[in-house]
């Protein structure tokens, strides 16, 4: 579905990704994890059409995203991006706020527009608090709430620039479950970039990892794994454990 042919990005007339090449497909969470300033946000940017490419292309469906006009490709791809910035707004009307690509510049809420905002609202838990100024909720809450704006932007596509930073380990969990339910239950193809490899390996099908602006390995968890690409990456050393059929990971500083 989306794909990166040869793909470079410069910052201060220095290529920070150079000649990347990259396919994620239709169905899957597909995790970006490397430590910092290895290129995770920058590559989600390209993805999302924050940036484009000085070389190379960015393609959905077979499509340079560049020539996609800004409503089309927001019809199909919505981004949950890191902000420090919380509006001051309620909630129910900033999930409402997803569904601008489907509505033109005067006409008012849809009943198709008000039926996937309470359809949103329902599924991330937060129509509990639909009526609250964001700015009054937890940083848990708050998450649900514009994971639910991005799906109210019913796109094929979401993603996520770091979704769980900043939680507590509860909220962080409530949180990856939900990005689970909107892959297995409503189909969503899942980009996201996560810090915490514990959950990257517990929830994706595809993991990323990377270094110095490259993909050094891509696959199952069970690949990446074996690979000791993210001992490599991350200089850590890494210990899996079995319990009741399934997989815990330590990570210990070299």
Known sequence: MIE??????TYNH???????????????????????GCGKSTLVKLISRQLHPQHGSVLLDGHDIRHLKTRDFARQVALLAQSSF???MEVEQLVLCGRYPHQSFVSAASPDDRRLVEDALSLTGAIA?????????????????????????????IVLDEPT???????????????QRLNTELGKTIIMVLHDLQNALHYS????????????QSGSAEKI???NAIEEAFQINLKCFWENGNPYYAFTAR
């Open 4 to 9: 990166l042919r040869d793909a470079t990005f």
């Open 14 to 36: 220095k290529p920070f990704i150079d000649g990347l090449s990259l396919k994620l497909e239709t169905g899957q969470i597909s995790t970006i994890i490397g430590p910092n």
């Open 86 to 88: 919380v509006p001051n």
């Open 129 to 157: 608090f639909r009526e609250k100024n964001i700015r009054n909720l937890s940083g848990g809450e708050r998450q649900k709430v514009f994971l639910a704006m991005a799906l109210a932007q019913d796109t094929r596509v």
């Open 165 to 179: 930073s900043y939680l507590d380990i509860h909220a962080c969990q409530d949180v990856m479950q939900l990005v």
């Open 205 to 216: 099908h595809n993991i990323l990892v990377m270094q110095k602006g490259a993909i050094i």
């Open 225 to 227: 794994v074996a690979s």
